[in-house]
């Protein structure tokens, strides 16, 4: 019977069972071992025939990021001493020598997940969040897995997936936030527990991809989940932030990338504002992106991307001139009707924006100079 059940959990992670052999190096595993882990699996998906909704995987608690040697988990100072019950701490059991291996087997498995894999994975408001890659990284004495997962529009013709690259104790970090600030909401939702060893196998990998698939998706279908400051940082903060770090550099080149993809981020997950409606909510991370954007495809000579975000840049802050003049207006104004001229794109309605500008407030800085010093001192958070 245990093996009938071993056999099945086996073909549910991989389409051909032939293919997943013991790993090299690694001791042969008890009768004992694999019924306690069955049972704990039968355990798991009664927890989800009763009501809750369970990302686990039915394993052993303990540690993601493992450390090769006898040091320290690389994750263990992030979340600190005040993490709730049941999330535990550092890990300092060894790697075992089928780490390699196993991420192998990993690569080859991805591109040709099982159907029961697929299935699991669900759209939330037309999107699809698909583990695309899990890779081993070593940092100094320290390991862990770095998943790759595309934001993807469901219906097959989306060319332009947002990328997310983050570790499980990022993912830990995000949900004890949400537990902390949102508990009612998360009541009923379960984390991938840490794990005291076989945290490299493939096994354990594809079950935390299908799992993150999964908690992702929840989080995007749950309103008060989706607009949590919290969540969208997990989202797009680094790359507003690697960005912003570039420009400082004047990389402007190298920024478009984090700062394009901060962009299909907010628009895929629906933050953001790209309507001129009166009192419609600008997000600051949102027109930030724009700005940047301006800047860099400015600097690079693509003067029509630049135009189109200056225009959509105004078009946030136009909405708003009722309740306060945004300083940046005026300055974005000008560039919009430089730009314009320089694209021979029609500037008859900015021109007439600038003028009524003009007459309200004198002209400060360069609007170059004033839209840097923006970049450069604006505080992502």
């Given at each position: 019977m245990a093996s009938r059940l071993l056999h099945r959990l086996r073909r549910s992670l991989f389409k051909d069972p032939q293919g997943v052999g013991p790993e090299p190096g690694s001791a042969e595993v008890s009768g004992d071992s694999w019924e306690a882990e069955l049972e704990e699996e039968e355990e798991c998906v009664s927890h989800r025939l009763g009501g809750k909704l369970c990302f686990d995987s039915g394993q052993e608690g303990g540690a993601e990021d493992e450390d090769e040697g006898s040091g320290q988990d690389s994750d263990s100072d992030i979340l600190g001493e005040s993490m709730e019950e049941g999330l535990s701490s550092a890990d300092t059991s060894p790697a075992g020598p089928s780490v390699a291996p196993a991420?192998?087997?990993?690569?080859?498995?991805?591109?040709?997940?099982?159907?029961?894999?697929?299935?699991?994975?669900?759209?939330?408001?037309?999107?699809?969040?698909?583990?695309?890659?899990?890779?081993?990284?070593?940092?100094?004495?320290?390991?862990?897995?770095?998943?790759?997962?595309?934001?993807?529009?469901?219906?097959?013709?989306?060319?332009?997936?947002?990328?997310?690259?983050?570790?499980?104790?990022?993912?830990?970090?995000?949900?004890?936030?949400?537990?902390?600030?949102?508990?009612?909401?998360?009541?009923?939702v379960c984390f991938p527990r840490k794990k005291l060893r076989r945290n490299f196998t493939a096994e354990t990998i594809a079950k935390r991809s299908r799992a993150f698939e999964q908690?992702?998706?929840?989080?995007?279908?749950?309103?008060?989940?989706?607009?949590?400051?919290?969540?969208?940082?997990?989202?797009?903060?680094?790359?507003?932030?690697?960005?912003?770090?570039?420009?400082?550099?004047?990389?402007?080149?190298?920024?478009?990338?984090?700062?394009?993809?901060?962009?299909?981020?907010?628009?895929?997950l629906g933050w953001a504002t790209e309507d001129e409606r009166p009192g419609a909510p600008a997000s600051p991370h949102w027109f930030y992106t724009l700005v940047a954007l301006l800047s860099c495809f400015q600097e690079v000579e693509q003067l029509e991307e630049a135009r189109d975000h200056c225009q959509r840049a105004v078009c946030v802050l136009v909405p708003a001139l009722a309740l306060l003049l945004h300083p940046l207006l005026l300055p974005l104004s000008q560039a919009l009707v430089g730009l314009s001229w320089r694209t021979g794109r029609d500037k008859r309605r900015w021109e007439e924006l600038l003028q009524n500008l003009e007459e309200e407030e004198e002209a400060g800085l360069d609007p170059g100079a004033a839209i840097r010093e923006f970049l450069l001192k604006h505080r992502l958070e």
């Open positions: 991420a192998d087997s990993w690569r080859g498995g991805v591109s040709e997940a099982s159907p029961s894999v697929a299935g699991g994975r669900r759209a939330a408001d037309a999107l699809l969040f698909e583990v695309t890659d899990a890779s081993i990284v070593r940092d100094g004495a320290s390991k862990y897995v770095l998943y790759t997962i595309h934001v993807i529009q469901a219906g097959g013709s989306d060319k332009t997936p947002a990328v997310i690259t983050r570790r499980y104790s990022e993912f830990q970090k995000l949900h004890v936030r949400l537990c902390r600030n949102h508990g009612e909401q998360m009541e009923r908690y992702l998706s929840h989080l995007r279908s749950v309103a008060v989940l989706r607009e949590a400051p919290c969540v969208r940082q997990f989202f797009y903060l680094p790359d507003l932030q690697a960005g912003q770090m570039l420009i400082r550099l004047e990389r402007y080149q190298e920024a478009l990338g984090p700062l394009l993809n901060a962009k299909r981020l907010q628009q895929k």
